[in-house]
């Protein structure tokens, strides 16, 4: 029996100890398994969106240079169309050569523009920027391969056209933006830039060589439009791409070559930007990893073998003392002193038992004073993340029971009661008290230093929502439902006393419950919307919204006052301008435009503005600089205020601009008219004579002669004979009919009568005085 008992003892021994130490080795496998496929997924999917978001800056800076492009190319639709007159059927010669050297100078402004074409249908002529030919008809012109998609209807005026034969180099296809006239003036034709593509595509996308992969653009097409690897290369990986896996937008797949394939869609040209990477070259640099896993995971090994053995010993003591006790029971039947597995050893699992209860409970009052410090170290962030998730919608909506509210409530320390609260949100004004590269962290420290102040005397919590706005969420007492309006203001009076900052607050209604917040924050940005129409620093309750909203009704436009601008500026007459624009202004606020309404219409007038400029042949960057902002201006301005000021300045630098423009002008054609009579008085020449000299019309150089001499064209004429005159009849071999031709009269009596109305004399008696006078002096002389 005893035997048989160490058989028995040795075999369960044995199972138990393969049964645990086979647990282990699966275990850790798995372990090991998992932790490196995780690792590997990690890497694939970091690799795979870093390779997306490469792609989409390329694509994004690639798109802003082809915008830019577009965008010029719309500008040059409204400046042709100013510059091209016609004589007959014919092009003026005038005409030609600015829109020629205007054509020159648009290819400058890009250095991805190639060449530009400018087509005139009616004319059946082409202007080229390209030094080898400026201009040529259509039925002769090399490359015109665009004339037949020209010629086709599209629902878009502007046409990319990529892989088009180049009729100058016929090796290298054309890359091409089309643009068909008009879009403003009534000539028809087309306005071709032909594009660098290969120099736009190196400049962009060949400088990412930290990337692992290969980048392709497509047409829209499917087309192959550049590739960063060799042309084989990049040809064979264009043909094994499957393009029926390329949707719109963006979005990345794994191909059956297990190559990873990302990519992003031009929304403005079609064009897709494709990088394609073998996915054996992303997990190049998992060796290490797998190193690591696998010492790790035979470490585990070894201690799980180690410890299963140690519990199989431990386990089966109780049932080794439980079996010998069984196996010896009856040969020790009537010997009390026998020798059975001693009691101890179940009191030593016990015990073990007890000791590991014991160890796990320290372990977990450990982990909780974990939390509870980290908790107490961070409750302001944690409660700001709190009450953002419930203006967000938290719990997708739904209420959350009372005392999840109240015991989430206790454990951050709301200062809140959820039955009866309002909601103000504030936003600080520009411009802010800071300045200096490190404004925006000042200003922050500003910011949340103002929301420790307040928080500090007010009942509720404050916290912030975004960069630019902070929310206030304030228990209003009973009966008390003017108190958030009261809170309101003197809160904007103390942060304007007390830091020099203007404030604007909306006041919410009053509501009940955490699941209201939402709506409490909804009601608070609809108040902020009338910023617009009623300014900033202001405070903004919920309760004035129903008397500013705007009916529903069809887009308004003030044509009138557009024209009344219009004939302002062109008469540069600043009062009537800034006048007609405050009008527009009240106007947008009388009829309570929506938004939309109003920012449209601003814009529209800012394009009437400067076409005004342009109808006059002013220059933008002499009125507006290199770059113009006021757009910009227009798209930032928060209320009607901002967008009356922005027109105001462009009015005022346009009639600046013309001013001095015309003050200059004036000054030339003054000195240029003065000239020419002095040099030309003794001919047959009136004010019309001069007027075509200077070519001016002859009512503006009347005028202006008038207030620049205070006397008339034909009074300084008549001057300058008159003073010859004076002249020549000092000298006695000359008769009065001879300097009477010579000052360019052909009449003797009409002379006499003039000379006699601006010197007293008539010619005769002038020449007497003047020789007795000098008789005189000569008498006098030898006395």
């Not at 026998?338 to 101890?344: E, L, M, R, V």
């Not at 000298?731 to 300097?739: A, D």
Request: proline letters at 3%.
């Amino acid at each position: 029996m005893p035997g048989n008992r160490s058989i028995k003892h040795n075999t369960m021994f044995v199972k138990l100890l393969l049964t645990l130490t086979a647990i282990a080795v699966i275990t850790v496998a798995l372990i090991a398994t998992v932790t490196y496929s995780i690792s590997a997924d990690n890497s694939i999917q970091n690799a795979i969106a870093y390779n997306e978001s490469i792609l989409t800056q390329q694509q994004e800076l690639i798109h802003k240079e082809l915008t830019a492009i577009k965008y010029n190319a719309t500008g040059m639709i409204a400046t042709q169309s100013y510059l091209y007159q016609t004589k007959g059927s014919k092009l003026s010669v005038s005409s030609l050569i600015d829109l020629t050297g205007f054509v020159e100078e648009q290819k400058k402004i890009s250095p991805y523009i190639d060449s530009i074409y400018l087509y005139y249908a009616p004319l059946e002529l082409v202007l080229t920027s390209r030094p080898e030919i400026k201009t040529s008809p259509i039925s002769t012109f090399t490359d015109r391969s665009w004339l037949d998609i020209w010629s086709k209807q599209s629902e878009s005026r502007t046409t990319w056209i990529t892989g088009r034969p180049n009729g100058f180099a016929p090796d290298h296809p054309a890359a091409t933006l089309l643009q068909k006239m008009p879009l403003i003036g009534q000539v028809n034709g087309a306005i071709v830039i032909n594009l660098k593509l290969d120099l736009l595509f190196d400049d962009y996308l060949s400088h990412y060589h930290n990337k692992k992969g290969t980048t392709l653009v497509l047409g829209p097409d499917s087309e192959l439009l550049y590739s960063d690897a060799e042309p084989a290369a990049g040809e064979s990986l264009h043909q094994r791409i499957d393009l029926g896996r390329l949707s719109a937008g963006s979005g990345s797949y794994i191909d059956d070559s297990d190559r990873i394939v990302s990519y992003t869609t031009s929304e403005l040209t079609g064009w897709r930007f494709v990088d394609i990477t073998e996915r054996s070259v992303l997990l190049q640099g998992m060796d290490r990893i797998k190193t690591i896993v696998a010492t790790v995971a035979a470490a585990y090994l070894i201690a799980a073998i180690a410890i299963s053995f140690y519990l199989s010993r431990r386990l089966y003591r109780p049932l080794q003392s439980v079996i010998s006790y069984i196996g010896a029971s009856e040969d020790s039947r009537r010997d009390e002193t026998g020798s059975p597995d001693p009691a101890g050893d179940e009191a030593g699992f016990i015990r073990h038992r007890f000791d590991t209860m014991i160890r796990n409970w320290e372990t977990l009052m450990k982990e909780k004073r974990q939390v509870d410090s980290l908790l107490t170290d961070n409750r302001t962030a944690i409660k700001e993340k709190y009450l953002n998730d419930l203006i967000q919608g938290g719990n997708n909506g739904e209420r959350s029971p009372e005392g999840n509210a109240n015991q989430a409530a206790e454990l951050l320390g709301l200062r809140l009661d959820w039955d009866r609260y309002a909601m103000l949100t504030l936003e600080l004004e520009e411009p802010y008290p800071v300045k200096g590269s490190e404004g925006i962290f000042h200003f922050h420290l500003l910011r949340y230093g103002l929301m420790d102040e307040l928080g500090a005397d007010i009942d509720g919590e404050v916290f912030a929502k975004d960069d630019k706005r902070t929310v206030i969420l304030l228990s209003v007492p009973k009966e008390a439902d003017d108190y958030p309006l009261e809170q309101a203001k003197k809160l904007k009076q103390h942060v304007l006393s007390r830091y020099g900052i203007s404030v604007t607050i909306a006041v919410s209604r009053i509501y009940t419950g955490e699941q209201s917040v939402l709506s409490a924050y909804e009601d608070t940005i609809e108040a902020l919307n009338l910023k617009m129409y009623i300014g900033k620093g202001e405070i903004l309750p919920y309760a004035i919204i129903e008397d500013w909203k705007a009916e529903e009704e069809a887009y308004y436009y003030p044509y009138e006052l557009e024209t009344r601008l219009q004939q302002a500026l062109l008469q540069t007459d600043k009062e009537e301008c800034f006048k007609t624009i405050r009008q527009i202004t009240q106007t947008a606020i009388d009829k309570k435009l929506g938004k939309a309404n109003i920012q449209q219409l601003y814009f529209q007038l800012s394009g009437e503005i400067v076409k005004t400029l342009v109808q006059t042949r002013g220059d933008m960057s002499a009125v507006f600089g290199d770059r113009v902002a006021y757009t910009e201006l227009l798209a930032r301005a928060e209320t009607l205020y901002d967008m009356e000021q922005c027109l105001v300045e462009m009015c005022d630098r346009i009639i600046d601009y013309h001013r001095e423009k015309r003050s200059k002008m004036t000054d030339v054609t003054l000195q240029l008219a003065t000239d020419y009579m002095a040099a030309n008085f003794n001919k047959n020449i009136s004010v019309d004579t001069v007027a075509e000299h200077v070519q001016r019309s002859s009512s503006y150089l009347s005028r202006i002669f008038k207030e620049a001499t205070g006397m008339t064209v034909g009074d300084y004429l008549i001057q300058l004979r008159i003073k010859r005159a004076m002249e020549l009849l000092q000298q006695l071999g000359l008769s009065i009919e001879e300097i009477c031709k010579e000052i360019g009269y052909a009449n003797v009596s009409y002379f006499n009568k003039i000379f006699k109305t601006r010197t007293g004399l008539t010619p005769g008696q002038y020449r007497q005085q003047q020789a007795a006078d000098k008789l005189h002096s000569q008498v006098g002389g030898h006395s």
